[in-house]
Every structure is written in C-alpha cells, then in structure tokens.
C-alpha cells in the first residue's frame, strides 16, 4: 500500500482503480534489486461490450462493468487468488519460476516482485491484444507505464510478453534512463516458452532472474 498514494494520481487507475499493480509484500528488499514484471493485457469475458470499443474504454470507468467483470481485471486479485482457472496459468508460472531460484519468500514466491499489464485496455477472452491494437492503446500504455515506473522505482523491468515489448516496451527502455529492460515471451505460449532453442523464453527468464537475485545457475 506505501506506492498507492502515487499509483492513484495516475489519470487509468482512478478510472479503474481494480487495474491497480500487484505489490508484493518483498517487492523491496535490503538483499535484492526491485523487479516488475509486465504482462500482456487484462481480458473481460466475450459477452461484455465496454471494451471492444477503444474510445468507449478510456471514456469510461469501472463502475459501467458488474462485479464479475471487476475481477477479470483485478490485479492484485489475480496475483492473490488460487490459480485454478486456466486463463490465470500465467501467474503460476511466473511464481514456479521464481520458486526455481529457491528466494525466501513472505508468502508465494511471487511475494517478492510487482507485476503490472501493458495495454490499459482488456482483450477479449481467448483473444490476443494484438488483434485489437490500436495506436490509442499504444499512447495511452506508454504515458501510464511511464507514470508507473517513476511510482514504483524498479530496477529490473521484464516484459513478459515479446509483442509488448516490440509495442512498448523497448520504446520505454529508451526513454527512461537508469533502469535495466528485457523482455521474454508470455509464459503460456506453447510454441515458444519451453522451446531451448529458442533464445527469449523460460530458459532467459530464469537467467535473468537468477542475475537478479545474485545467483548462479
């Protein structure tokens, strides 16, 4: 809760404070650098209509979506919740990485870092965000993240997700000094994550975590 009071002046969280980032209770540490993680995007179910408009989305706020569809974009939520649906996969891999590199950890091993979403505006279940992209999105991602990581002060940022990276990410990394950037694949793509050739998933991830937390491999 001590970086909220800077995370709610930014304009996307007052309007759907459920966006919130996830802060891990270890996120700051006396033994290890600050790490975020940023995912893709949050998703609504197909039945709901707000945000398959982008002017509609950022014109609105979260008391036009019912209780259900606040959860599907509850952040914080998300990272504390049991893991049991299959859309929420991403999170427990995330957690059995940084359970590999064997951190003690408050809670879950996810306790020791913030994770935050790209794209400001929810996919559609089933769908990736790059279907529905549009330059808004990509504005609107970049001024918010901006905002973000000046309120959370990371010291490692990894895009969990090479299309937000190639959207926003590395356009972040130039502009924001001081600060280490990379990227690895989503976590749940099955053509790429467990794959060993292929140089920008699991085996990356855990590499750069290990580096993270002063460890060898």
């Not at 893991?83 to 020791?112: F, H, T």
């Not at 901006?146 to 990410?169: C, E, Q």
């Not at 972040?172 to 989503?186: E, N, R, S, Y």
Request: hydrophobic share 40%.
């Amino acid at each position: 809760k001590a970086f909220d009071l800077s995370l709610m002046e930014i304009a996307q969280y007052q309007s759907f404070p459920a966006m919130l980032p996830f802060v891990g209770q270890g996120y700051v540490s006396e033994n290890r650098p600050k790490l975020l993680i940023i995912g893709e995007s949050f998703y609504l179910p197909d039945y709901s209509t707000l945000q398959k408009n982008a002017c509609e989305w950022y014109s609105a706020n979260q008391d036009l979506l019912t209780k259900d569809e606040v959860e599907w974009i509850d952040c914080r939520g998300l990272l504390e919740c049991d893991w049991k649906s299959g859309g929420q996969r991403m999170y427990a891999e995330i957690s059995r990485c940084l359970g590999e590199i064997d951190l003690p950890s408050i809670d879950r091993p996810v306790s020791n870092i913030c994770y935050a979403n790209t794209f400001m505006r929810p996919a559609t279940d089933g769908e990736s965000f790059k279907h529905c992209c549009e330059e808004r999105d990509v504005v609107v991602s970049i001024a918010t993240l901006t905002r973000v990581i000046a309120a959370l002060t990371p010291d490692l940022v990894i895009f969990a997700s090479k299309y937000a990276w190639d959207v926003v990410g590395w356009s972040l990394a130039k502009q924001i000094p001081g600060i280490t950037f990379d990227f690895v694949c989503h976590p749940i793509d099955p053509r790429h994550w467990n794959v060993t050739s292929y140089e920008h998933g699991r085996k990356k991830f855990i590499t750069l975590l290990n580096k993270w937390a002063g460890k060898a491999e």
